[in-house]
């Protein structure tokens, strides 16, 4: 069971990810962990050498890239991530990355809908 509140979002957004249809979760990079739908990824979470009471994922938002970047913690997107309108949410050891969940779990959605299928895009959308 997750200890750390970064532990248990991050736990809970893979939950939420995998009710979505044709997807997995995997190892990504490195360290890091992904969700994919149909073995193209859609959600990254970790970073090298990231400590438990901490959280990075990224997300490909199409429609709130540009508002997602004035949140305060959201990095600032850069090369080919800003180009493909990738976001990079950061929580660090003293962000309530619970209170959050909301937004996370939409921008998830975001996510999937922008990488999967048109048919697949369509179920969530719909649903």
């Given at each position: 069971?997750?200890?750390t509140p970064?532990?248990?979002?991050?736990a809970?957004?893979?939950?939420?990810?995998?009710t979505?249809?044709?997807?997995?979760?995997g190892?990504?990079?490195?360290?890091?962990?992904?969700?994919y739908?149909?073995?193209?990824?859609?959600?990254v979470?970790?970073?090298?050498?990231?400590?438990?009471d901490?959280?990075?994922i990224?997300?490909?938002?199409?429609?709130?890239?540009?508002?997602?970047?004035?949140?305060?913690f959201?990095?600032?997107?850069?090369?080919?991530?800003?180009?493909?309108?990738?976001?990079?949410a950061?929580?660090?050891?003293?962000?309530?990355?619970?209170?959050?969940m909301?937004?996370l779990?939409?921008?998830?959605?975001?996510?999937?809908?922008a990488?999967?299928?048109k048919?697949?895009?369509?179920?969530?959308?719909l649903?």
């Amino acid at each position: 069971m997750p200890q750390t509140p970064h532990q248990r979002a991050e736990a809970e957004l893979i939950a939420f990810g995998l009710t979505f249809p044709d997807t997995s979760s995997g190892p990504a990079w490195q360290t890091t962990r992904a969700l994919y739908v149909r073995k193209k990824m859609f959600c990254v979470f970790g970073e090298k050498a990231q400590k438990l009471d901490a959280l990075t994922i990224l997300m490909k938002l199409p429609i709130s890239a540009e508002m997602a970047e004035e949140l305060p913690f959201v990095r600032p997107a850069r090369g080919w991530y800003k180009q493909h309108q990738w976001v990079t949410a950061y929580f660090g050891p003293d962000d309530d990355v619970l209170s959050e969940m909301t937004t996370l779990k939409g921008w998830l959605k975001q996510s999937y809908v922008a990488v999967a299928p048109k048919t697949l895009g369509r179920q969530i959308m719909l649903a």
